[in-house]
């Protein structure tokens, strides 16, 4: 595991994230450090602990929840440097299906929202690691 690369980027990533925020607007609902109400209620079920606001979530749970739900679900300990960043950080916002299917529209893979071996090998064909960050950034 490139547990490196894994704190390097969820602190970058939690940099945007903020505190917690209840927006009427926002159709995420009531979410603290990029974490929603949903994801956290599933977390806490899954963990065997009582449901509770996301308002009081802990930094252990944030790092779990972001490793878990995120880090691991686009397979980013196989992603090259750079492109495991964006690649997550990207899954936080929209969540790891739409993020690594849009990785795989980008690659020329077929996108099916998981990263297996045929994404892995057209990252590795891609000729232009730089291009595909960019691409990747232009959200």
């Given at each position: ?86 690649v997550f ?21 077929t996108p ?28």
């Open positions: 595991m490139k547990v490196r690369a894994f704190n390097a980027c969820v602190q970058h990533v939690l940099v945007h994230e903020g505190g917690f925020v209840n927006h009427p607007k926002d159709p995420g609902g009531a979410t603290n450090r990029g974490v929603t109400q949903r994801v956290y209620d599933g977390y806490r079920s899954r963990m065997k602990l009582s449901a509770r606001s996301v308002a009081e979530i802990d930094e252990d749970e944030v790092l779990d929840i972001y490793y878990r739900q995120y880090w691991c679900q686009v397979a980013a300990n196989d992603l090259p440097t750079g492109i495991d960043y964006a950080d990207f899954a936080v916002n929209s969540g790891p299906v739409r993020s690594t299917k849009f990785l795989q529209r980008i690659i020329g893979a099916d929202g998981a990263v297996g071996f045929l994404t892995l090998d057209a990252i590795e064909r891609h000729q232009n690691e730089h291009g595909l960050l960019h691409l990747m950034n232009k959200l």
